[in-house]
């Protein structure tokens, strides 16, 4: 434990007293570069996938498609993706190689969560809204998609913790970001210095989690309960048998 | 191609060594997730406390765990059971919320129906609810097994051989068919496993090969495919 407690005394330490290497950078600046590639890879991934995503929702079709993606974005490794286009891309160009693998991560994520959403709804409402006259369009913006909020950020919020997981790899490539004290002191075994930027890291990730847990628990209108997981923990069989109380009607 | 040539030993000795590190999560995974899947389906406070902690210990990027966790544990950062332990973790953490939403989908008209004819809870849970989870368990240990499988490269950078080590050192050297094989060979070692549970789950679970008829788990199921 004694090895935290110089860890906490490390994130703590100013800037000017770490004498491992020469450091123009402080944690401060490194969040901030290890936030700006999170970002911006976030806001591309959306871009990409919400129109792709409410597509599929809405059409139905490509389903196959997207599940096939977002399992074949699981089996590669990130590491591997990211050390090649690094030696693809060349050196000058290595920000574009990372941006290309917080993609590869966030997009299904994004993807699946856009078109979750659509299919959770209830069939019924959309026919309702059909039958009500309105546009397929009208029927996209007005019912599908404030329906289908919370999973579209359940989505987004998967993608933003894999993106700032992967974003400590930038720093193999030479990208800075917090990942910058774990690879500076993996070489020199200064575990002291590699936890420091370990538990940073974790803390960030928990801090982002813990805003889009917020978000999507105030950004869902009241009434909106579509996609969301419903509490099916049944009281248990045997009481309900034994008190007589009557089976509860299994829906459609 | 000329690197290949001259390596596919090396190639092959990673591979089993990859495959070696992969094993071990994805059982412990499995294992250690059924009592906690049950008591987060059997309690509301045990539900809320245990998705929270697994929610949390899942939101720890994977190689700040790997240097978090030996000086918790007590072992070197550098060794394979770090890796192993801290992939074990990650899988543990996926499995409980797999088990918890498979144990809900059981449709509580069938487990009404076994107490009634006799079953006690120990039976019950072992022949009636975790048969009928068994689809949505082997959904949530495809994407184990998958993930675990990928995540096993990340060891390279701590010095624990495995594919993975094929990227850190082509890219010191610059041999993009190096790390290019590795990806490959990877992904190929991935869907094996995938490939295998699918084949197990058909041979365990024979009443699925017409297809999972419980709605709540298809619905599980599919929630799995598209979002862990």
Do not use: C
């Amino acid at each position: 434990m004694n090895l935290f407690l110089e860890a906490i005394e490390f994130i703590f330490t100013p800037v000017w007293t770490i004498v491992t290497t020469e450091r123009e950078n402080d944690i401060v600046a490194r969040t901030g570069q290890h936030l700006y590639f999170t970002f911006i890879s976030l806001v591309a991934a959306t871009i990409i996938a919400v129109p792709i995503g409410y597509a599929i929702g809405h059409t139905g079709k490509g389903r196959e498609f997207a599940v096939g993606l977002s399992g074949a974005a699981r089996a590669i490794p990130s590491v591997g993706l990211l050390t090649i286009l690094a030696l693809a891309v060349g050196f000058t160009a290595r920000p574009i190689a990372a941006v290309i693998v917080f993609l590869v991560l966030g997009v299904p994520s994004i993807l699946a969560g856009a078109y979750a959403g659509i299919e959770s709804i209830d069939k019924r409402t959309i026919d309702a809204a059909r039958a009500v006259g309105m546009t397929e369009w009208q029927i996209l913006t007005k019912v599908e998609i404030p329906l289908g909020l919370p999973l579209l950020l359940g989505g987004i919020r998967n993608a933003t913790l894999q993106i700032v997981a992967t974003a400590t790899l930038a720093a193999y490539i030479g990208l800075g970001g917090l990942g910058v004290y774990i690879f500076e002191g993996l070489p020199t075994r200064n575990f002291v210095e590699m936890l420091a930027g370990a538990i940073l890291i974790a803390v960030l990730a928990i801090v982002l989690d813990g805003i889009f847990a917020l978000l999507q628990h105030f950004a869902v209108p009241r009434g909106v309960t579509a996609g969301k997981p419903t509490e099916l923990r049944a009281t248990s069989a045997r009481r309900r048998t034994v008190a007589g109380v009557p089976a509860e009607s299994s829906k459609g | 191609m000329n690197w290949l040539i001259n390596n596919l030993g090396l190639v092959w000795t990673l591979s089993l060594e990859h495959v070696a590190l992969s094993i071990p999560p994805v059982i412990v995974g499995f294992v250690v997730a059924i009592p906690l899947g049950w008591l987060a389906h059997r309690f509301r406070l045990t539900r809320g406390v245990l998705l929270t902690v697994v929610g949390l210990l899942y939101t720890i990027p994977s190689l700040a765990l790997l240097v978090i966790l030996p000086p918790i544990i007590g072992i070197s950062a550098l060794s394979a059971t770090n890796v192993v332990v801290a992939l074990s973790i990650y899988a543990v953490a996926l499995m409980v919320r797999s088990t918890t939403d498979a144990l809900d989908s059981v449709d509580s008209d069938i487990k009404q129906s076994a107490t009634a004819v006799g079953y006690s809870a120990w039976r019950r849970f072992w022949t009636v609810e975790f048969p009928i989870a068994g689809p949505v368990l082997l959904a949530g240990l495809r994407v184990v097994a998958v993930s675990t499988v990928s995540l096993v490269t990340i060891g390279a950078f701590v010095g624990v051989r495995s594919l993975g080590s094929l990227f850190t050192d082509g890219l010191q050297r610059s041999i993009p068919l190096e790390i290019f094989t590795g990806i490959v060979v990877t992904v190929l070692i991935a869907l094996l496993f995938d490939r295998l549970l699918v084949l197990l789950g058909r041979v365990l679970m024979p009443w699925t090969r017409v297809g999972v008829a419980n709605k709540k788990a298809r619905v599980a199921i599919r929630s799995l495919e598209a979002t862990s």
